[in-house]
Each structure stands twice: as structure tokens, then as C-alpha cells.
DNA sequence: AATATATTAGAATATAATTCTGTATTAATT
DNA sequence: AATTAATACAGAATTATATTCTAATATATT
């Protein structure tokens, strides 16, 4: 596993755009569609990359709404701990769960339509996970920087 | 702009894999190709989707160690505040960045290859940007869930 | 009910992905 | 250094898929 330059510009395109043709990708890197289509399977082959997927717009969605979850749990016996993970990941409003070093011991990404549809989450979903300490919420005020790609 | 079953279904699907073959869409929703070929443009027209991305794993391009960067202006004057936000931009390592409500006011999504240059990073490049008051790093142990997707 | 609009299916066509062949380049082996 | 093997490449040939076209059906509008 050794990427080389041309390597990470197409990883680095990819990211950025799946859905052009191979010849493009070939026109910005100088190289022709054979050789940039062998290299897309040999990304794949190796793992890394993983997949594609369609990235959609919250807004038009509903689901605009979003908010970091910050969450200390009541006691870390494993058993608990492992139900509380199993727990998060059927929550649908839930797109990523971190567990985390410091104050908190998980972050969540929720996004919901709004603060009624929140709460109801809270409520409802979240807080009726037993095992769970505390919480504290940091609702997003603007996406300053959103980007799914990873800089190589 | 309202979305039936069938185009939030398509949503799902190529939130998932954006790389089936449209006739492939077509059998899982019942339609035909050229149904989900429209409503795949329509999706797009609508800005429902935006765009298409491969995903890469963190690991195999050495970027495997995360940490949400949680900070604090030094104070809250307009210019100051965009400012610091046009210099979080231009940092690669940061692929997420949020205005959030709380006890902080930023919260960042860091990506480097370890705790050295994650240190470097933060000496070099965050604290480096004039206006930060106080940062709280929560270094990721392991992602319980990590998805793109949005549940519709 | 009549008309317009949008959605669909299936066929025809255009475009792109994939495979194939041969060549050049690099790396490994002796 | 010469020889072999392995890898990466380009261009042509083929296959598969996307896209367009046509007509029919359904849905909404007046």
C-alpha cells in the first residue's frame, strides 16, 4: 500500500466529485483512461475507498436542524456501556456517534426538522436510554465548514 | 417541491451507493430506468442532491486520528469573528466546522495522522489564528457510528 | 368532461465503462 | 550488466449503461 502522487489527486478528485468520466479524471491528471480506471479499481481493492454515496441538501429535506449532543453516561460498566452504543445506533436522527477523551464521554451528530422535533427526540428517544449521566446540547448555528472529504 | 415514498426511498438508496446502475434502482423501487432516470435529475433539479462523493477510509490514508476541537473567542467583535472563520477554512485538517450555541462556540472536526501532528497542528496552525480565547480537545476513541447519510 | 401537465414504459441511440492487445517502464533476479 | 518478471500504460474493440425519443397512461386543472 503506497500511493503515489497521482494516486492522492484522484482520491483527492473523487472526493470532491464521483460522478465524472473516467476521461476527465484522465484529462486532469494526464494520464489515459485505462490507467485512471485501473487506478480507481486498485483504490477500491486496497479499501481505500470505501464507498459512494449521494450527499443531500438538510434543508430541502427537513431535517436542518442540527445538534452536537455531548453525553457523560451514569456508570461505565461495560455491559451498559456496550447497550448504550447499541442503543445510539438505531437512533435514526443519528449520523454519527463519537466516543470521545475528556469532559463528555460521547458526541453525537443529531438532525432533526426543529426544536419541537428535538425535544421530542430527547425525550422520547435519547433520554430513555438508561445508563446515561448527563447531557448537554450545542445546537448549530452555522455549518462553517462541511465537508465529507479527508485531506491527503 | 414535495417527495413521495418512491424518490425518499431513492434518496436512501443512493445515500447509501451512489454507483448502482439506474436499472438497478429501478428494480428495487419497481419502476422502470427511465422513471428513476428522471427522478434522479428531478432530485438534482431540485437540489434535493447535491452532489456525489467517495468516501475513503481514514486509516489507509494515514489521517486515522480524530479530535473535535471545541473553542472559545477571545471575544465576539464581527470582524474578528469572520475572520477567524475564513482562517478555518484554509486549514486542510479541518473537514468540519460549527457556529454552536453553549458552552463553546466553535466546534471543529480535526483529522491528522497522530498525537504529533496533531500537536503540531494546534501549535502551528489553530492556536496560530488571533481571537482564540480557550480550546477543549475531545480526542476520538472509537466512531460508534459514522454515516452521511440523512434519515428522510 | 376537456385540456393540460407530469409520469411512466419500452425502444432507439449515444456515451461511457470495461476488456483486450500490445508496448513501455520499472523492479527483481541472476 | 543482462535477463526475466511484474507493473503501468495507451489505444482499439467490445460491452454495458446512460440518455434521448416516442407513445401511452395517469394526474391535476379549468
Redo the contacts with the bound molecule.
Keep these: 500500500m503506497d500511493l503515489d502522487h497521482?494516486d492522492k489527486q484522484l482520491v483527492t478528485l473523487l472526493q470532491e466529485d464521483c460522478k465524472k468520466?473516467?476521461?476527465q479524471y484522465?484529462d486532469s491528471l494526464?494520464?489515459?483512461?485505462?490507467?485512471v480506471?485501473?487506478?480507481i479499481r486498485?483504490l477500491e481493492r486496497l479499501g481505500v475507498i470505501t464507498n459512494y454515496v449521494a450527499l443531500v441538501n438538510k434543508e430541502k429535506v427537513k431535517r436542518d436542524f442540527t445538534v452536537l449532543c455531548h453525553i457523560r453516561l451514569a456508570q461505565h460498566i461495560k455491559e451498559n456501556v456496550l447497550r448504550f452504543e447499541r442503543e445510539i445506533l438505531k437512533l435514526e436522527e443519528v449520523s454519527e456517534c463519537f466516543h470521545v477523551s475528556g469532559d463528555y464521554d460521547y458526541i453525537l451528530k443529531v438532525h432533526v426538522e426543529n426544536m419541537t422535533k428535538f425535544r421530542e427526540f430527547m425525550v422520547t428517544k435519547l433520554t430513555a436510554i438508561s445508563n446515561i449521566g448527563s447531557t448537554q446540547s450545542s445546537f448549530v448555528i452555522s455549518e462553517v465548514k462541511s465537508s465529507t472529504a479527508i485531506s491527503i
Excluded: N, Q
Excluded at 494526464?30 to 490507467?35: C, D, H, M, V
Design positions: 497521482l468520466t473516467t476521461k484522465a494526464g494520464l489515459s483512461k485505462t490507467a480506471y485501473e487506478r486498485r
